[in-house]
């Protein structure tokens, strides 16, 4: 049963099944360096800590972006009323994208660090070696130029149909993401440079530009299950990214606190980034909004409660996590302490792993030729891997909260020779270490539960 | 949302605050790439420091510990790690004999790997970290541990 509107959707799908596959990969990466937390020479000479790491958020990265291209090659052409402009494109780039991303991974997996970086010419233009920038240079030029086919291939679409909000908004974030990457090739010999520009990537991806994407992506699936009228749709979609961006862009400065920068920033970096949370609090009305005034039973409850759980999550992780050590003076104290880590891990998942398995959910079916919705004991599975994962992920977040204010406790308040060490500290956090790995390996088995939930078919009635 | 507000004026709200917030931010910067010179102790960057920074991303160091705060938390923090470990009379007999002390090896301790680097690499690195130490970066870390 083909349900596609448009045929050239159809190239989302090996996009998001990869995606799901790198996902697989990051966990069971996360799983290795949870355990190297509290068993320190796990594994210590195959996968030191520093490559299951760079495995880890790399596959993220990843991942994260193949999921960005499937959604935007799946509800592009839907929203423009006309084919992909090249589907022969979107497939090549998908294949230059995962051979490179492969490589890649098994480029840091395979040869140590420095003889990566000696294959592929760093001296040349150094741009490695940086948090989350880890690429050799040559993936970098990869990465852009996928980004540019895909970014005309969408343009095009665009184009010569139908430009909707949703269409422009996403767009922007995906131009801006392009853009902001460019400050990966920008590595200066001066530290504070280049951890200023670095922020340019990161903090204007994730706080910034990404949520572009993610209101887009959230936008068009709340149009398609509730059936609400996408002119208030578009007007809250217009509303929240405008709070994003205004609260966002100079919210880069939580970042310049400790880097030697003017101290003004302590004070436009709190200021701003103390309304950040405003804009996912506003997704969590608008989101339950929707679905309250909805004027249809979309069939695919999973996809609406996957809509509704990224909104929810992304508030805590992104909002309220973030809010907790985002104030200068608080920050003073945590800045790089295990309450980071706790809200990297909560916000990465609510906001951006919950909408990629957001449009995953709703556009699979018809992907796959199901039709609108999975059958009800394959969604019923689904659901138990979103609870699974999502409930998971909470204690994560609690566990490495409960080791981030010990740290701080033990290590950072003390005057200097009262205070512990760091490695004595991290002794005294190992029970939240090992609370956390059981808490991931049950985000595993929901994991699994969910990717099961493909196979799942209704039972045949006698 | 009331009907008067219109979804225009939420777009021009999304596109006017935006261009307007993102200009401010540029000019912030142009402004803080002025002052830092004051601060980030540039003058003291010889090709040392250089090729220590270059080490210390060749080598991926920020997987395990953070610098100035950011970077994986999983070691110790070593933007002070100059001042903590014996400073201008003793970090750079330690530092050697540190490195090369690697991998500790002690059962069940998060062991660092040994990165083979020769006495005048070491001696690089060790430029590199006193480099840093040496910023003013408002007084982060709160105390010597980081």
Redesign the interface.
């Known amino acids: 049963m083909n349900t596609l509107k448009y045929q050239s959707q159809a190239v989302a799908k090996p996009y998001f099944v990869f995606a799901l596959i790198l996902f697989v990969g990051q966990i069971l990466f996360g799983l290795i ?1 949870g355990l ?2 509290v ?3 796990f594994l ?1 000479g195959a996968i ?4 299951a ?2 495995v880890h958020t790399n596959l993220l990265i990843v991942w994260l972006l193949f999921g960005f291209m499937g959604a935007a090659y799946y509800l592009v052409p839907e929203e423009s009323e006309t084919e992909l402009y090249s589907p022969k494109l979107a497939i090549i780039l998908f294949w230059v994208f995962a051979a490179a991303g492969v490589a890649t991974i098994l480029g840091y997996l395979l040869v140590p ?2 003889t990566l ?1 000696d294959f592929t010419f ?2 040349l233009w ?1 741009t ?4 989350f920038l ?1 690429q050799p240079t040559i993936t970098k030029i990869g990465i852009v130029v996928v980004c540019l086919g895909f970014l005309f291939n969408l343009g095009m679409t665009i184009l010569k149909g139908r430009k909707t ?1 949703i269409n422009m908004v996403l767009m922007t974030g995906l131009i801006g993401l392009a853009v902001f990457f460019l400050f990966s090739f920008y ?1 200066p ?5 280049d ?2 520009f670095w922020w340019f990537v990161v903090h204007l991806w994730v706080e910034g530009v990404w949520e572009l994407i993610m209101g887009a992506i959230l936008a068009y699936v709340l149009i398609k299950v509730t059936g609400v009228d996408r ?2 749709i ?3 979609l ?2 929240i ?2 709070m994003a ?2 609260s966002g ?2 919210g ?2 939580h970042h ?11 004070w ?1 970096g709190s200021i701003f980034s103390a309304i950040e949370p405003l804009p996912f609090f506003a997704m969590v009305l608008y989101a339950f909004n929707m679905v309250n005034r909805r004027r249809r039973e979309h069939p695919n409850k999973a996809a609406t409660l996957w809509a509704l759980g990224t909104a929810v999550m992304a508030f805590l992780g992104a909002g309220v996590w973030g809010f907790l050590h985002t104030l200068s003076p608080v920050n ?2 945590t ?4 309450i ?2 706790a809200h990297g891990h909560m916000a990465f998942y609510g906001a951006y792993a919950m909408i990629v398995m957001t449009i995953i959910s709703f556009a699979m079916p018809k992907l796959r030729g199901i039709g609108e919705a999975n059958c009800n004991r394959a969604q019923v599975r689904e659901m138990w891997g979103f609870w699974l994962m999502t409930v998971a992920m909470v204690f994560i977040t609690l566990f490495l909260t409960g080791a981030g204010v010990l740290q701080v406790w033990l ?6 020779g009262e ?5 004595a ?2 002794d005294k956090l190992s029970i939240f270490y090992w609370m956390r790995e059981v808490a991931g390996v049950i985000f595993l088995l929901g994991l699994i539960a969910y990717i099961s939930s493909f196979w799942v078919k209704e039972k045949a009635t006698a | 949302m009331s009907e008067s507000f219109t979804k225009g004026m939420a777009r021009n709200i999304y596109y006017g605050g935006s261009v307007f917030f993102f200009l401010v931010f540029l000019a912030l910067t142009f402004h803080t790439t002025k002052e830092m010179p004051e601060r980030d102790n540039r003058q003291n960057i010889t090709e040392s420091v250089e090729r220590g920074k270059h080490l210390w991303e060749k080598n991926n160091c920020i997987g395990c510990h953070s610098l100035l705060g950011e970077g994986a938390y999983f070691a110790p923090e070593l933007g002070n790690v100059f001042q903590r470990r014996g400073g201008e009379a003793g970090f750079k007999m330690f530092f050697n004999g540190w490195m090369k002390a690697q991998p500790l090896n002690i059962p069940g301790r998060r062991q660092m790997p040994n990165f083979h680097l020769n006495d005048q690499e070491i001696e690089d690195l060790a430029e590199f970290l006193k480099w840093t130490s040496e910023m003013d970066i408002n007084g982060w870390p709160p105390n010597i541990e980081g």
């Open positions: 360096m190297q937390y068993v320190g020479d210590a030191p800590f520093n490559v790491r760079m660090y420095s970086a760093n001296e150094p490695m070696g940086r948090e880890e909000a590595n010999t001066n530290l504070a440079l951890k200023y002119e208030v578009e007007k809250w217009y509303v990214i405008a961006l205004i862009i100079l880069t400065g310049f606190y400790w880097l030697a920068t003017p101290e003004y920033w302590q436009v003073y104290y800045h790089g302490s295990q980071t880590a290590q950072r308040l003390p005057e200097t205070a512990l060490s760091f490695m500290t991290q």
